[in-house]
T-cell receptor, first 117, second 113 residues
């Protein structure tokens, strides 16, 4: 149980294009999902908190117009990197917190490796 | 605060030995803590958690200890196996807002056969 998937697992794109990453909770519902970015040999950095049916909450220093988040259902959140540039190349990971049981645990997806040429 | 470490601390142990991974957390108001294991190129995998009203919790081959006085968390792995080689992160849940997790810098565990 508590499986989270991400699609695609890796993507290579040209500078200036936009890339959409999907995060799905497969066997549970989640009103809250989180998006993280991780650079090599570093920890996970929270980018934003995605709430179903409302606007995402962005961490300080994260541009909301560049990293568009949509959480349209209890099992799907999407992150769109708009006008991607090489410095956006990173490992993007989502997590989901189950709605049921009042748990604080977050379950993570397998990550998406983004490379911007 | 959030960790932005440039160098991962490393721990090298012999197969079969016990491993202890330490973590200092930042917020005395944090009420929930989790240990995650991350293998190369993969997302973090839940290992064990503990609430702030406890000081010890045991799982299968793993034990988490919490010392709130000094804001310290540790993960003990018994009879470490090569499959335990990974980066281990502790995370603290910020009480407000939104219950977000703040991750520690991570420790790379290397198990020698």
């Amino acid at each position: 149980g508590a499986v989270v998937s991400q699609h695609p697992s890796r993507v290579i794109c040209k500078s200036g294009t936009s890339v959409k990453i999907e995060c799905r909770s497969l066997d549970f519902q989640a009103t809250t999902m989180f998006w993280y970015r991780q650079f090599p040999k570093q920890s996970l950095m929270l980018m934003a908190t995605s709430n179903e049916g409302s606007k995402a909450t962005y961490e300080q220093g994260v541009e909301k117009d560049k990293f568009l988040i949509n959480h349209a259902s209890l099992t799907l959140s999407t992150l769109t990197v708009t006008s991607a540039h090489p410095e956006d190349s990173s490992f993007y990971i989502c997590s989901a917190r189950p709605l049921a049981g009042g748990t604080d645990t977050q379950y993570f997806g397998p990550g998406t490796r983004l490379t911007v040429l | 605060g959030e960790s932005v470490g440039l160098h991962l601390p490393t721990l090298s142990v012999q197969e079969g030995d016990n491993s202890i991974i330490n973590c200092a957390y930042s917020n005395s108001a944090s009420d929930y803590f989790i240990w995650y294991k991350q293998e190369s190129g993969k997302g973090p995998q839940f290992i064990i958690d503990i609430r702030s009203n406890m000081d010890k919790r045991q799982g299968q081959r793993v034990t988490v200890l919490l010392n709130k006085t000094v804001k310290h968390l540790s993960l003990q792995i018994a009879a470490t196996q090569p499959g335990d080689s990974a980066v281990y992160f502790c995370a603290e849940k910020v009480a407000f807002p939104g219950g977000k997790l703040i991750f520690g810098q991570g420790t790379e565990l290397s198990v020698k056969p």
